[in-house]
Structure formats: structure tokens, C-alpha cells
């Protein structure tokens, strides 16, 4: 520890001559600036001695390494440099005024640089930016760098899979939660592709979406009402009304949405058992769900420093029906046409109610910082479809299926920070309890009927400690977690399928900020726990050939991941590289040794994945565009398995998204993303590209939005891919009128 200290001293010298300058910049309505430049210039030639930029509050500290009276230059793009001569200690709040200029007749303001260093990841600005106008929450991410937005309103993250969502400490349960955030509420947006040990073990990627804490009294009322038209039409209605009275706030937001789900499927199904089959099926499904969404709370702030706050939220389905008509299904046996099948299904589901409650805390006890939260979630669904297979050469079906879902969790968190020498220290727990039911039936008895319940309880315990030396920062965290989880078939606990899990998880970063110039390098341990979902022991019949369930006997994988990133005010550059033991993936093989498809998850030895991601986000006065390359690239062996071919090859994605930013509170988006064949596990996604355009104008000082939206306009998002799987393959190729 000696040594240690003498080379880090011999690292960073100081001199007892320095003094300290501290103090806070904002902008002319008090918001607080980050990432402002605080610059302490030499009185002789005016060059540059020390500096620094601020925090996220606003506020900075500096060593000038001189005595006496010194110089303090700050600035911040957008606003006019502002210069004072100041002695040590507390330079007080400095209010910087906003700078415009004209440009072609339009007036374009200063933005903020693009993205700046987090803990594990990016920090993207959006309260200065044109995204803070693009409608919600949604449609931000839709535009961030290393976020991708599938047809279906699916999010996952460059590499990293579905990410954990926050708005401010609260997690997001449901993606829809996006659609009622409204993006001008944005201040900024965290990208985390390397998660610290204050998250969860499973957890490979989280989205932080942190909001203006609103000031003034009275009341307030938004309404956003919208239509959609895919060859059906959807519409929904989301109204927000909030009164807030010294501290104290009181909101209601009742919602309502109707919409459709529309998919063209063609299906191939070849299966290698003792007799060669193969079914090539088409299948074209539609659906109509309407819901009703209501969420009541308030909050108080008792100073500046702590404020509690409690939200209740029930969701339910008043309509929820699909159907299909015209689908069917070619059988070949050992290549000759065995016969063709008719099918028709009609679906019938009900989702809710779904009851949520969630209750914060966050608050300062002297030096210690105190963040906490409390949930509890209720829902249950049930969904029944009837189906029918008329054949001529074959024997016809009808098939009459159940399944009913319901679970609850009660799940709490609190992290406690506390200063330590130079650096911060934060600990805290985490404690989950959850509960899953799920049955079912096949009238017809073609596959067995189930009954599951998983009781499980998860208790975590974490610590970080952040260490801040000179333009360095340094994190290092461990967290332990112990899950019990209790299965049990019709009643009977089932010792097999039951799991205990007790592992640490060690997190390690270190990065190096200067001015608009960062570098980051991380490494994390997680892990991947099969779902409820995936552990379920029923069989779901899909067609006589094919079914597909779940796998009681999964095992949880380990994976450790290695990321480096450099962020450059506009221009950031990412790699990384995973290690994956006991790899959890689909796979489809035979049922029984039957000539019949089977998909589920499996476990495998290891996989391992490279990753690169470039983004280039340049700005032109009226012209904003973004370009964006990534590349990834497994080392999975799946012919070692069973597999027809090796499917070790480098995926690619490229997309340019162009912000037009015109006069009078008008801006048009322009987006192009192109895939190329993409390959994970068994599989290997087909390439497809996406274009789309959205043109935004404000009215009345930005208290009236209109907002058009047209994606894939040339239709080109298809959703096609093959699985090749042990002694069975399957290729899919679907269109969902997204």
C-alpha cells in the first residue's frame, strides 16, 4: 500500500501553494449547466493553467495551484463567455446568458455537446437539442446512438441485449410507460452498456431517463391525442393533469388505446427423424386490443434536499381478439406431398387488471445521501384460442387450448451514499419476493396439460466505491445475490427444476475525462437466470408437427464482459468482448425422438462475441445529422452440436439519421438503417433495412404539437430468419405492417 501511494503521488503531484475555487453555473432560468467549461488562465498570457467542467448540477471545483487573486473564465457552448476576478473559495452561482446568432433566417442556438461520460456507459443531452421536441419518450430513443427500436416496439441495446428502462429512480415495468412520458420533460438520457453492481446480476444494458424537476404553482393540463394507419386503424388519447402548491404535487393521467397487430408469416419446418419431414405452412393473423389505462399520485419535496412520492397504476383490457383465415399447411413425407391442411384459429385473450404500486424516497441526512424505493405489481392474463385443421388426406383437428398466467412481486431497494476520503461510497440491498402461477389445458389431449407455480425470493447486497483523481475516475464494486426459487407441478414440489443460486458479482471501471475528450474501460461480471417463461414444464402445440415449451432443468450462465469506449463531444467509439459459460439458447430439436419439431431454451459450454460500435453526430447549423456503424462478430460452434453450418460470421448494421432544424418551431427527421444477415446462437437473422420520415411543427409559443410519423415506407422490415437446430430446422419469413 506504500508504494502505491508514492506512485500515485509521484503520479499527481500537489503543491501546498494551491488553493481551491468552488461554485455553481446556470443558465438565466436557474437551470443547472453541465459539462460547462470552468478554466482558471494564467494572468501573464492568458494560457490555460487549470480547469475543469461542471457536474451534472452545475457546480465545480478547481485547483488554481496559485495564491492570491486569479482569473475565472467559464464557458459553455451556446452562452457568452463570462470572466471574473476571484480569490479562493466560494465563487458564488454564476448565471451564464444565452448567445444566438442568425443564420439564413433562421435562428440556430448553441447546443450542448452530444454525449459526455457516465459511469459504464454515455450521457446523451436532451433538454438542449432538437430531440427534446420529438413528441415522447419513445421517440427519443428511437434516435439515440446504440439503441435499436424494432416494428414491434421492442427496445434493445447495441450488443447488450433488452435494457433495464429507469424514469428517474422508478423502474419501468411496461415499455408503454414511455409512451406517457412527454419528451420536452426530458433533461438528459444515460446509456449503460456496462451496468455497475448497483443493478441487477442479470442486468446487461439500463436506459436512465432523468426529467426536470418542475417548479412554480398551479395548475396544468396536456392532452396528446393520436391516430396511426397500417392498413388498420389504431388511436389512442393520453391526458395529464397536475396541480402543484408549495412542494406538493398531485397528478392523474388517464389513458386510452386502441390498435392492431397485423402479421403475413410463411413458415418452413424440416424435420430429420426417421422419416424426412417437411411442413411448409403460411399463416396470416390479425388482432384488435383496446385498453384503458389510469395512474394516480403525488409527491412533496420538503426542502431542496428530500422529497418522498407514491403512484398507483391499474391497467386492463376491454377488448383483446384475433383471428386467421386463409392459412395453410403442404406436408411432405421422405419429399412426397403426404397432404394439405386448412386452418383457421380465432384467439381470445383478457390481460388485467394489472395493479401496480410504487413509493420513493430520496433525501440527505448530513452528508449521507439516501435513495429509496418500494414496489408492488399484481396482474393476471388469460388467453384461450380455438383452432381447426380440415384435410382431406389427412385426419382433421380441432384444437381447444387454455392459458392462464398470474404472478405477483413485492420487490424494495435502498442505496445509501456517504463521502470517504476523496471518493464516494455507496451501499445498499435489494429484496424481491415473486410469485407465478400457470396452467395449461389441451381439451383434445394432444399435448399434456399443465400446472406450475414458482415461489421465488431474491436478496442482494452491493457496494461501490468511486474515487475521483484529477481528470481520473476510478469505480469498483461487488455484489452478492441469493435466489431461492421453489417449483411445483400440480402441487407437488419438484426438487429437480428447483433452484438456489449464490454468486458475487464483481465490477471494475476506470476513466479518464479532459475537456470535451473521454475514455472509459470496464469490466463486469453477470449473469443470465432462465425466465419463468422458459422454466415452465408445458408443451404448446403449435401445429402436428411442430411444438414448443419450456425446460424445467436450465441452468443459469455466467458471462463476463470487457468494454472500452472513447467519447469525443460528437463522436464516440465503442468495442467490446464477452466471455458467455453455460449459455442459455433456442434450439429446436425432435420431441421425443419423434418426428415432431421441438423449440425451447438449452444450455451449451460457452459462446463468445466481439463487438464494435462507431457514431458520428456532427452538427451543420440547420443540418444535424447522425451516422452510426455497428459490427459484431460470435464464436459459437453450433455445428459441434447437431447444427447444418457454421454461423461464426460478422453481423453489420448502418443507419443515418438526418435532423432537419427550420424556422419557426419546424424540424423533419429522415432516418435509413440497413441490416445485413445477422447471427446469434442457432440463429441467423436475414438482412433488411428501414426508412422512415417525421415532420414536427409547434404552434402557439409550443403549446400545440403536431407530429407525422411514416415508418418503413418502403416496406423492407421484415422479419425473416433461419434456425438451424438438431435434426430440425426452421426458417420463418414475416411481415407485421409495422
Request: aromatic content about 14%.
Amino acid at each position: 500500500m506504500k508504494y502505491l501511494f508514492i506512485f500515485l503521488m509521484f503520479l499527481f503531484p500537489m503543491s501546498d501553494e494551491a488553493q481551491t475555487l468552488t461554485g455553481k453555473v446556470v443558465d438565466e432560468k436557474n437551470t443547472p449547466l453541465y459539462d460547462a467549461s470552468v478554466v482558471v488562465p494564467s494572468r501573464k498570457d492568458s494560457s490555460f493553467v487549470q480547469g475543469v467542467l461542471t457536474a451534472e448540477d452545475g457546480r465545480f471545483s478547481v485547483n488554481t495551484r496559485s495564491t492570491g487573486a486569479a482569473i475565472l473564465r467559464i464557458s459553455s457552448m451556446g452562452y457568452v463567455t463570462f470572466y471574473k476576478d476571484v480569490q479562493s473559495g466560494d465563487c458564488g452561482t454564476v448565471a451564464l446568458k444565452q448567445d444566438s446568432r442568425e443564420l439564413q433566417g433562421i435562428t440556430v442556438r448553441g447546443n450542448m455537446p452530444q454525449y459526455k461520460m457516465a459511469a459504464g456507459g454515455m450521457t446523451v443531452d436532451v433538454q438542449h437539442s432538437v430531440l427534446s421536441q420529438l413528441g415522447t419518450a419513445a421517440d427519443v430513443l428511437g434516435q439515440l446512438p446504440l439503441v435499436n427500436i424494432a416494428g414491434d416496439g421492442s427496445i434493445s441495446v447495441v450488443a447488450k441485449g433488452t435494457p433495464e428502462i429507469y424514469i428517474n429512480n422508478k423502474k419501468v415495468q411496461d415499455n408503454s410507460e414511455l409512451q406517457h412520458l412527454k419528451s420536452t420533460d426530458i433533461k438528459s438520457i444515460d446509456v449503460i452498456t456496462s451496468p455497475s453492481s448497483i443493478y441487477q446480476a442479470t442486468v446487461n444494458s439500463v436506459i436512465r431517463i432523468k426529467t426536470f424537476h418542475v417548479q412554480g404553482d398551479g395548475f396544468s393540463f396536456r392532452m396528446d391525442d393520436n391516430v396511426s394507419y397500417n392498413r388498420f386503424w389504431g388511436a389512442s388519447t393520453d391526458n395529464y393533469l397536475k396541480y402543484r402548491t408549495k412542494g406538493l404535487e398531485i397528478f392523474a393521467n388517464p389513458y386510452f388505446d386502441t390498435d392492431t397487430y397485423t402479421e403475413d408469416n410463411s413458415v418452413m419446418q424440416d424435420i430429420q427423424a426417421a422419416e424426412h419431414v417437411k411442413v411448409d405452412q403460411y399463416l396470416w393473423n390479425h388482432s384488435r386490443y383496446s385498453n384503458i389505462y389510469g395512474c394516480i399520485g403525488g409527491n412533496y419535496d420538503f426542502d431542496e434536499n428530500n422529497s418522498a412520492g407514491a403512484t398507483y397504476t391499474c391497467t386492463k383490457d376491454l377488448y383483446n381478439r384475433g383471428y386467421s383465415r386463409g392459412a395453410y399447411q403442404n406436408i411432405y413425407i421422405n419429399d412426397l406431398l403426404d397432404g394439405h391442411i386448412d386452418q383457421t384459429w380465432d384467439f381470445g385473450g383478457k390481460e388485467g387488471p394489472r395493479h401496480e404500486f410504487n413509493a420513493y424516497y430520496t433525501g440527505k441526512a448530513g452528508k449521507l445521501d439516501i435513495d429509496a424505493n418500494l414496489s408492488y405489481i399484481w396482474k393476471k392474463t388469460d388467453s384461450k384460442k380455438f383452432e381447426t385443421e380440415d384435410s382431406k388426406e389427412l385426419d382433421s383437428r380441432t384444437i381447444t387450448t387454455d392459458d392462464k398466467q398470474h404472478s405477483r412481486m413485492l420487490a424494495g431497494k435502498i442505496i445509501l451514499s456517504y463521502p470517504i476520503g476523496k471518493g464516494s461510497l455507496d451501499v445498499g440491498s435489494e429484496i424481491s419476493h415473486t410469485y407465478s402461477k400457470g396452467e395449461y389445458t389441451n381439451d383434445e389431449n394432444y399435448v399434456s396439460s399443465s400446472l406450475t407455480e414458482i415461489r421465488e425470493n431474491h436478496t442482494a447486497g452491493f457496494a461501490e466505491y468511486n474515487l475521483p483523481i484529477e481528470n481520473w475516475s476510478f469505480d469498483t464494486g461487488l455484489r452478492y445475490e441469493y435466489v431461492k426459487s421453489d417449483y411445483y407441478s400440480f402441487g407437488v414440489f419438484q426438487d429437480s427444476p428447483s433452484r438456489k443460486y449464490s454468486n458475487w458479482y464483481p465490477s471494475l471501471s476506470a476513466s479518464w475525462k479532459k475537456n470535451r475528450l473521454g475514455l472509459q474501460m470496464s469490466y463486469v461480471c453477470k449473469t443470465d437466470r432462465p425466465s419463468y417463461n422458459s422454466l415452465r414444464d408445458e408443451v404448446q402445440y403449435d401445429n402436428r408437427y411442430f411444438y414448443e415449451g419450456g425446460n424445467p432443468y436450465l441452468r443459469p450462465s455466467l458471462s463476463h464482459h470487457f468494454d472500452f469506449r472513447l467519447i469525443a463531444s460528437w463522436f464516440n467509439l465503442g468495442m467490446g468482448y464477452t466471455y458467455n459459460k453455460d449459455v442459455m439458447m433456442w434450439c429446436v430439436t425432435l420431441y421425443n425422438d419423434q418426428a415432431i419439431g421441438f423449440l425451447r431454451n438449452m444450455n451449451f459450454n460457452h459462446s463468445q462475441d466481439f463487438y464494435v460500435s462507431a457514431v458520428a453526430s456532427p452538427k451543420f447549423g440547420w443540418y444535424q445529422p447522425t451516422f452510426e456503424i455497428d459490427g459484431s462478430q460470435q464464436i459459437f460452434d453450433a455445428r459441434k452440436y447437431g447444427a447444418a453450418r457454421n454461423l461464426n460470421h460478422p453481423g453489420v448494421i448502418f443507419s443515418l439519421k438526418n435532423r432537419f432544424v427550420g424556422k419557426h418551431d419546424f424540424s423533419a427527421y429522415i432516418n435509413l438503417s440497413v441490416h445485413s444477415n445477422q447471427y446469434s446462437g442457432f440463429v441467423r437473422s436475414n438482412h433488411f433495412s428501414n426508412f422512415n420520415i417525421q415532420l414536427i411543427k409547434s404552434f402557439f409559443d409550443k403549446s400545440l404539437t403536431l407530429n407525422l410519423k411514416i415508418n418503413d415506407i418502403l416496406k423492407n422490415q421484415r422479419a425473416a430468419m433461419t434456425m438451424y437446430g438438431i435434426n430440425a430446422l426452421i426458417t420463418k419469413d414475416a411481415y407485421t405492417y409495422s
